[in-house]
């Protein structure tokens, strides 16, 4: 697991001190069945450390990408001067046991994601300024990026991606890389005035080169949040969007209106309605889905099995039927939601899990066993069934992690 936190943290194995910054992160493992195995918390100094996301090779070792600002930071293998005057990229490697391999800092990026592919190749995708420089000199465009280390953290390629905001990268067993994300305009946007965005989806080859890109949208608000790609290459994209979306099956077309909840930044924006659609290799469509009402469903988190089955984990504000029933949260602010279906878009179960003011789902995985494993955040307390789970934030804007494992059935 990793997290960004301003307050100490316990993972299991003990109290892990927040230290001299204001805002870090922290890294953890655990074993199949939930124990503690070991945890650590990195350092910056003068600055901010926000964790952004985690991958793990076909080694078992783990790759984590953190944005920082300040003028070094400590993931556990010593000092890393950080090279640029605002947010900087750092990416570091740690083998099983989370002893760090290997940190990097690159200048003026901001990651968004982190993949690995086949060869053990690091690709990272972001935004980044026209000085950003991930080891190959400086980008000279300011807007989206992408860029591959090798296994031991040296460059390989970067580019600009001209047009889009990224919000995701997947890698398929050839060493291409899907990126998704959005073009268009909505920071500051209010419901008055949401902006414009399409879905932006694009493949690359494991050069780095163009192989296709494709927006789908309309005038309303489409963004894809997440990834993945299965094991016949197909490309699931999962996220939200409002009036009517056509994936080249016919029009997706949302239940209700313009929807923004600013409460808690990265949790239930840009509703109205979900979205998850397939696409092949090519970029072709293959099916789509879309699920809500007219409250608030935000997809946080999609992953895809080798024989094709999804799993999904998200938000909902109101009422959603992944075709199983529906499913009404409880909460004021919205429960988690888990949802996991086969190769051909059918549901297999959908659930929801709530008992506090807000909670949501940010991550999701697929096990070996077909088992899902959830993560997210929560205020007050949560309920999977097996037993009551408190937080103890004291103030509302506060939350506590929470990660849990469900059946595959």
Same mark, same amino acid.
Request: with cysteine; hydrophobic share 45%; proline share 3%.
């Given at each position: 697991?990793?997290?960004?936190?301003?307050?100490?943290?316990?993972?299991? =194995?003990? +109290?892990?001190?927040?230290?001299?910054? &204001?805002?870090?992160?922290? +890294?953890?493992?655990?074993?199949?069945?939930?124990?503690?195995?070991?945890?650590?918390? /990195?350092?910056?100094?003068?600055?901010?450390?926000?964790?952004?996301?985690?991958?793990?090779?076909?080694?078992?070792? #783990?790759?984590?990408?953190?944005?920082?600002?300040?003028?070094?930071?400590?993931?556990?293998?010593?000092?890393?001067?950080?090279?640029?005057?605002?947010?900087?990229?750092?990416?570091?490697? /740690?083998? &099983?046991?989370?002893?760090?391999?290997?940190?990097?800092? /690159?200048?003026?990026?901001?990651?968004?994601?982190?993949?690995?592919?086949?060869?053990?190749?690091?690709?990272?995708?972001?935004?980044? *300024?026209?000085?950003?420089?991930?080891?190959?000199?400086?980008? !000279?465009?300011?807007?989206?990026?992408?860029?591959?280390?090798? &296994?031991?953290?040296?460059?390989?390629?970067?580019?600009?991606?001209?047009?889009?905001?990224?919000?995701?990268?997947?890698?398929?067993?050839? =060493?291409?890389?899907?990126?998704?994300?959005?073009?268009?305009?909505?920071? @500051?946007?209010?419901?008055?005035?949401? !902006?414009?965005?399409?879905?932006?989806?694009?493949?690359?080859?494991?050069?780095?080169?163009?192989?296709?890109?494709?927006?789908?949208?309309?005038?309303?608000? %489409?963004?894809?949040?997440?990834?993945?790609?299965?094991?016949?290459?197909?490309?699931?994209?999962?996220?939200?969007?409002?009036?009517?979306?056509?994936?080249? =099956?016919?029009?997706?077309?949302?239940?209700?209106?313009?929807?923004?909840?600013?409460?808690?930044?990265?949790?239930?924006?840009?509703?109205?309605? #979900?979205?998850?659609?397939?696409?092949? @290799?090519?970029?072709?469509?293959?099916?789509?889905?879309?699920?809500?009402?007219?409250?608030? $469903?935000?997809?946080?988190?999609?992953?895809?099995?080798?024989?094709?089955?999804?799993?999904?984990?998200?938000?909902?504000?109101?009422?959603?039927? /992944?075709?199983?029933?529906?499913?009404?949260?409880?909460?004021?602010? !919205?429960?988690?939601?888990?949802?996991?279906?086969?190769?051909?878009?059918?549901?297999?179960?959908?659930?929801?899990?709530?008992?506090?003011? %807000? $909670?949501?789902?940010?991550?999701?995985?697929?096990?070996?066993?077909?088992?899902?494993?959830?993560?997210?955040?929560?205020?007050?307390? #949560?309920?999977? !069934?097996?037993?009551?789970? *408190?937080?103890?934030?004291?103030?509302?804007? %506060?939350?506590?992690?929470? +990660?849990?494992?469900?059946?595959?059935?």
């Amino acid at each position: 697991m990793l997290a960004s936190t301003p307050e100490p943290i316990d993972f299991g =194995g003990g +109290l892990l001190s927040a230290g001299g910054s &204001a805002y870090t992160a922290s +890294l953890a493992k655990l074993d199949r069945a939930g124990n503690h195995l070991w945890s650590t918390r /990195f350092e910056v100094s003068d600055g901010l450390l926000v964790a952004q996301d985690l991958v793990i090779d076909a080694s078992d070792n #783990i790759i984590v990408a953190v944005s920082a600002t300040g003028t070094s930071v400590d993931l556990g293998g010593g000092a890393v001067a950080l090279p640029g005057s605002g947010w900087n990229t750092v990416v570091a490697k /740690f083998d &099983a046991a989370g002893n760090t391999l290997w940190s990097e800092a /690159f200048s003026n990026v901001y990651t968004r994601a982190v993949a690995v592919d086949a060869a053990g190749d690091v690709v990272l995708a972001g935004g980044c *300024e026209a000085d950003a420089d991930l080891g190959g000199g400086a980008l !000279g465009s300011t807007g989206a990026c992408a860029a591959k280390v090798d &296994a031991a953290g040296h460059h390989v390629w970067s580019r600009h991606v001209s047009g889009p905001s990224l919000r995701d990268l997947a890698c398929d067993a050839m =060493g291409n890389i899907v990126l998704a994300g959005y073009v268009g305009y909505i920071e @500051g946007a209010t419901i008055d005035d949401p !902006g414009t965005a399409d879905v932006y989806v694009a493949k690359l080859d494991s050069a780095g080169n163009d192989l296709w890109s494709e927006t789908f949208g309309g005038e309303t608000v %489409q963004i894809a949040n997440s990834v993945a790609i299965d094991g016949s290459g197909d490309i699931v994209l999962a996220g939200t969007f409002f009036g009517s979306l056509d994936f080249g =099956g016919g029009p997706l077309v949302s239940a209700g209106g313009r929807a923004y909840d600013p409460h808690w930044e990265g949790t239930l924006q840009w509703g109205d309605d #979900i979205f998850l659609a397939k696409l092949d @290799g090519a970029g072709d469509f293959v099916w789509s889905r879309s699920y809500g009402d007219a409250g608030v $469903q935000a997809p946080w988190g999609v992953a895809a099995a080798g024989d094709g089955s999804i799993a999904l984990t998200g938000g909902v504000l109101g009422v959603v039927d /992944f075709g199983t029933g529906p499913l009404t949260a409880s909460s004021s602010y !919205g429960d988690v939601f888990a949802a996991k279906l086969d190769a051909t878009g059918n549901t297999l179960w959908s659930r929801l899990y709530g008992g506090g003011p %807000q $909670q949501v789902g940010q991550a999701v995985a697929l096990g070996p066993a077909g088992h899902v494993i959830v993560s997210g955040i929560f205020h007050e307390k #949560i309920d999977f !069934g097996f037993g009551l789970h *408190e937080t103890s934030a004291e103030e509302y804007e %506060q939350s506590d992690i929470f +990660l849990a494992k469900l059946d595959g059935l």
